[in-house]
């Protein structure tokens, strides 16, 4: 083969391994693009409101008017799975209920992983009360001690707050804050310091309808260092963190007094029910605003059964109430478990068993 030939294929040879490694690196790119799409991890349940059990369900998402499968429930009927940000819809159905369709919106970047945990009612409600419209501040991947996560109402000049949710953080829980309807269309601020009170992430957003997922992820590259926004940080530390809840914040309170309430439990049981969730989930959020308040929790079973083990399962049941609400944020010193008497394990032989099986909340005043 001639020196001259040999050149001219080296040459078309180069030239066709130039252009397959560019379709190559243009395929990995695309790839890689796909496999970290932004994603939020999702969990949680579909339940049936007369009962409290969780249901077989199948979750759709809406994207660009086509509806996409997005996950069904495990075998114990909880649902675990990746919702993409582009998602502008969810749906879930379940055979013999209606379906029921949210909304969906993300505010922030989510360019790193979070999670979000969230039941929902056949009803498409949450909590006790009738709330269809949910912020959902998810998880941060890490949380650096001396960090503060805070939900701001921000209208004209002035900042109200409604509630701080660093402990939740603290405890691993993804927060969930009901929307009012008088407060749809509020403009809100999410707001994360460091130890140094030093703003690390801020976010504003307007309060929608549906399903408003929140990342608290910090990106250190964006970090904020306006001094007005430290001005403003400072005077709401000052003025706010060492005192109760704002006049707003009181006015958002689901109800003036919690009263007395009731949670049942199936027999010889103390697991908690997803109804029994619900109004936990209300009782924290109310006792987080309501920081003077302080709840009794008196744990009862029906009047089968040696009277110890009653007094052990009746001791149970309180415990786990008392746990539950430590997750979600609640003070220790709110909550007060009353001795397991005889007279607390059930309060009458002649009272409905059924009724008998329950923890009592009760707010002392």
Not at 293 to 301: D, K, M
């Amino acid at each position: 083969m001639s020196r001259v030939m040999s050149n001219f294929l080296k040459k078309q040879s180069a030239s066709f391994f130039a252009k397959n490694n560019l379709i190559l690196l243009l395929f990995l790119l695309v790839t890689a693009s796909s496999a970290f799409s932004q994603k939020v991890n999702i969990k949680g349940s579909f339940w049936d409101d007369s009962n409290g059990v969780d249901l077989k369900t199948q979750v759709y998402g809406i994207k660009d008017g086509q509806k996409i499968h997005l996950a069904e429930t495990d075998t114990k009927n909880l649902f675990d799975f990746k919702l993409p940000t582009d998602i502008q819809a969810l749906i879930f159905e379940s055979a013999g209920y209606d379906v029921v369709t949210f909304p969906v919106h993300f505010v922030g970047r989510f360019n790193k992983t979070s999670l979000a945990n969230f039941s929902i009612s056949s009803k498409g409600v949450f909590y006790q009360l009738q709330f269809k419209d949910l912020l959902i501040f998810c998880l941060p991947i890490t949380h650096q001690k001396g960090n503060k996560y805070k939900l701001l109402t921000v209208r004209k000049d002035t900042i109200f707050r409604n509630m701080d949710f660093t402990i939740l953080v603290e405890n691993k829980q993804s927060t969930n804050y009901p929307i009012f309807e008088k407060s749809l269309r509020n403009q809100h601020k999410v707001l994360t310091t460091n130890a140094k009170n030093e703003i690390i992430q801020e976010d504003n957003f307007l309060a929608n309808r549906g399903l408003t997922f929140v990342d608290i992820n910090t990106y250190p590259t964006e970090i904020m260092q306006e001094l007005d926004q430290q001005n403003v940080l400072a005077e709401i530390s000052e003025k706010e963190d060492k005192t109760e809840p704002s006049i707003d914040a009181k006015n958002n309170l689901p109800y003036s007094t919690f009263g007395s309430r009731n949670l049942y439990f199936d027999q010889s049981k103390f697991e908690l029910k997803s109804e029994n969730k619900l109004v936990l989930d209300s009782l924290s959020w109310y006792l987080q605003q309501k920081l003077d308040a302080r709840i009794n929790i008196t744990g009862f079973t029906d009047n089968v059964g040696k009277e110890e083990l009653n007094a052990t399962l009746a001791r149970y049941r309180a415990q786990v109430v008392a746990t539950y609400l430590k997750s979600k944020g609640v003070h220790t010193n709110q909550l007060l478990l009353k001795s397991n008497t005889k007279q607390n394990i059930y309060e009458n032989h002649n009272a409905d068993v059924e009724k008998q099986r329950k923890v009592q909340l009760t707010e002392i005043y």
